[in-house]
Every structure is written in structure tokens, then in C-alpha cells.
């Protein structure tokens, strides 16, 4: 393939991309926004799950590594009632399919995969266009530009390559979140560590909750989730954290305060986080030069499978172009008609999945999952 391959961000799906065609012989450059690998905090755990985001690691031949960045014993669930009763716990046996790793430390892991020189940071995309014949140029804020014949959209919810394929854009779902963390928590919230227990917790009440994990370091983060009009979350001023915190704890009133600690404790300020998502079946009719990947191609409210999906998305893209490296078109093809369906099942499953957690039947409807699938069912 003589083609060079033009993606636009560095995130996991983009970067997995990036190393599959190495792998397979085919140069890329990956141009993203963000001025440096460490100009922002990269998220909190992932599970990698052995049917999607596995397979994306193998393609691109860092099973190994992935394995060494594994959090032994963060697959352990805990399901929480509002006074802090256990409704439902399972530990991690090692044998659950959906191993933990930190965000970042993933992304770095495959940053380090890359030839030096392959990402080109503080490249934020301003606009992009068609030129014919499956050609298109990108430019650059800095006012840029470059011209490639195959261009990737891997550059997120508001993605600048995504205009070229399709006028969707995403639309909030009608809940947000509210991200907080206590850090060193054994010593300094033992209650809340407690509560959290070895790996997940879910505290969930009909249009709210509260999800957290343990990180690395005794960390705990996070997601106070309100189903509320984005107005309401516009009325908080979120410049002045001890107010917002307030304002958003008041909604947990009643609750156990181990659990209302993990918002009130909280050492860093609260931040809102809104949750949009694209239509579960988007798609686009195939043009000549751009497809797109993960959020850019189907982003979904957060259901466990948008980081896994990206990667996966990015695998499949590159054996494709590895397998036609002489008919761009037929990988293109190839590689869209097995992401549309898988896509939109996934953003399906998670709608699916949302009413269990924050609709009239939780928590009960979610305990009835979590004791289904140890049953096998």
C-alpha cells in the first residue's frame, strides 16, 4: 500500500489503528489538538473486554504488555442501596473476560508501539474538505494544511472529519455526570473505601446514582449521575466547587454518608460532564477517501464498550487496509460494513442496559442482571 494514512486524534482507537498498520507495513501520521501525551488527565480504569478490545490488542501484538498493565483484582462488583446495604457482590476470580488497566497507561502503552515522529501534537483541526477523487485536505488552526488520499476520523464526539460523511451530530441524552476523587482514600476516607470496596460500586436510585471505581494508589473515582435537563446542571456555577459540590450532594440527601462522601470528600473540584450520543444506527453512504472510527463514528452514553469499540474499530480498519492494499475502497467497505451493525447493537445494549440502572425498577432491576449473569443466563 502506497497510500499514506492521514488519522486525525490521538486517542486509543486512532493510535491502535496507527500500530496495526505498522505492523503491517503501512505509514501513518496521526495528528492531534492536545500539545503533548501529558496536556491532560487521561481518563480513569477501563475493563478490556476479551470479545472486542483483546482482539484489538492482538492485531496490533501487545497482548504482553496489555498484560502488565492489568489491575489484579479491580473486576469486583458491588451493588449498594441508597443506606449502604450490600444488595450484590462478586469478587474478581481472575476469570471474569474484562481485565482493568488505567486509560492513560494504555494510551502510553501504544504512544510507545509507534515510530517516533508518528503522532504530531498541537495540530487542532479546523476544518476539513473534499477535493475529488477521494482526495481531501485538512487544515490546521495554525492555519496549516495537509492533503492526503485516505483520511480517519478519530477525533471524538465533535468530530471535524465527520461533516465530510454525515450531518448527524451527537445529542444529549438527558443525564450527566459529575466527576470527583478522593485520593489516598484507605488512609484519608476510609469509610468511602470501604464502601467502594476492591473494584466497582454502583449506588443507584431511579434518575440517579453513583458509580465509582478504585484506581491505582488507593484512588477512588467518581460519577455522581443525574438524569436532569442540561438548563438545571447550567444553573450550578462549576467556578466555584464548594457551591456546586453542595448543590449536587443536596440531591443524594437521605443517602449513606459513606457514599455521600465520595462527592462531599472530595480532593479535586467537582467537574460536569454531560453525556451525549450520536442516533444507535448511524451511518453514512460510502465516500471515496474518509471513513471514521469510535466516537467520531458511534458515540454512545458511557456503557463499558466505547473504549474497547474504538480500538477494535481501529484493528479491523487496518487488517482491511493490510488485506486490499491496492483497493482502498473494498477495505473501506469491508471494514463499514461490519462496524455499522456491531455499533449500533452496542449502542442498543446500552440503552438497554440504562434503564436497569436509573430507571423505575432500579436497583432491583439491576440486582436481577448482575444475579442473571452469575447464573450464566
Avoid at 491532560?40 to 490488542?57: F, T, V
Avoid at 486509560?103 to 509507534?114: H, N, V, W
Avoid at 480517519?152 to 461533516?163: E, T
Avoid at 456546586?244 to 460536569?272: K, M, N, S, Y
Amino acid at each position: 500500500m502506497t497510500t499514506h494514512v492521514t488519522i486525525i486524534g490521538a486517542g486509543l482507537g486512532g493510535l491502535t489503528l496507527a500500530r496495526v498498520l505498522h505492523v503491517n507495513g503501512i505509514p501513518s501520521t496521526v495528528y492531534e489538538a492536545e500539545s503533548s501525551p501529558t496536556a491532560r488527565a487521561q481518563g480513569g480504569m477501563l475493563d478490556i473486554h476479551d470479545y472486542n478490545g483483546q482482539l484489538a490488542l492482538q492485531a496490533a501484538g501487545l497482548m504482553d504488555e496489555f498484560r502488565g498493565l492489568i489491575l489484579e483484582g479491580r473486576e469486583a462488583t458491588r451493588l449498594l442501596d441508597r443506606d449502604g446495604t450490600v444488595l450484590f457482590e462478586k469478587a474478581d476470580d481472575g476469570t471474569g473476560g474484562r481485565p482493568e488497566v488505567q486509560r492513560g497507561e494504555l494510551r502510553q502503552l501504544l504512544l510507545d508501539s509507534l515510530p517516533a515522529g508518528t503522532v504530531r501534537w498541537g495540530h487542532k483541526v479546523s476544518g476539513t474538505r473534499a477535493l475529488g477523487e477521494g482526495r481531501h485536505e485538512v487544515t490546521f488552526a495554525d492555519g496549516s494544511t495537509v492533503v492526503t488520499g485516505l483520511l480517519v476520523g478519530a477525533d471524538g464526539a465533535w468530530s471535524r472529519v465527520r461533516p465530510l460523511l454525515s450531518t448527524a451530530t451527537p445529542e444529549y441524552t438527558g443525564m450527566s455526570s459529575v466527576e470527583t476523587y478522593l485520593f489516598d482514600a484507605d488512609t484519608r476516607h476510609p469509610a468511602a473505601a470501604k464502601a467502594v470496596g476492591d473494584g466497582a460500586l454502583f449506588a443507584l436510585m431511579p434518575g440517579k446514582g453513583l458509580t465509582a471505581h478504585r484506581e491505582k494508589g488507593g484512588t477512588l473515582h467518581t460519577y455522581a449521575m443525574l438524569a436532569r435537563p442540561q438548563d438545571w446542571f447550567a444553573n450550578i456555577d462549576f467556578t466555584d466547587p464548594a457551591a456546586a459540590t453542595a448543590r449536587i450532594t443536596a440531591e443524594f440527601a437521605g443517602w449513606a454518608p459513606e457514599l455521600t462522601a465520595l462527592i462531599t470528600d472530595t480532593d479535586t473540584a467537582p467537574v460536569l460532564r454531560p453525556l451525549n450520543a450520536l442516533p444507535a444506527e448511524h451511518r453514512w453512504d460510502r465516500v471515496p477517501g474518509v471513513t471514521l472510527l469510535g466516537d467520531a463514528a458511534h458515540l454512545a452514553a458511557p456503557n463499558g464498550e466505547g473504549a474497547n469499540l474504538a480500538m477494535l474499530d481501529g484493528a479491523e480498519l487496518g487488517q482491511a487496509l493490510a488485506a486490499h492494499p491496492d483497493d482502498l475502497e473494498t477495505a473501506l467497505t469491508e471494514y463499514e460494513r461490519a462496524m455499522f451493525p456491531r455499533s449500533t447493537e452496542a449502542a442498543t445494549e446500552g440503552a438497554e442496559l440504562y434503564e436497569f440502572m436509573f430507571g423505575a425498577t432500579t436497583p432491583h432491576g439491576l440486582l436481577d442482571m448482575f444475579t442473571g449473569e452469575e447464573r450464566g443466563e
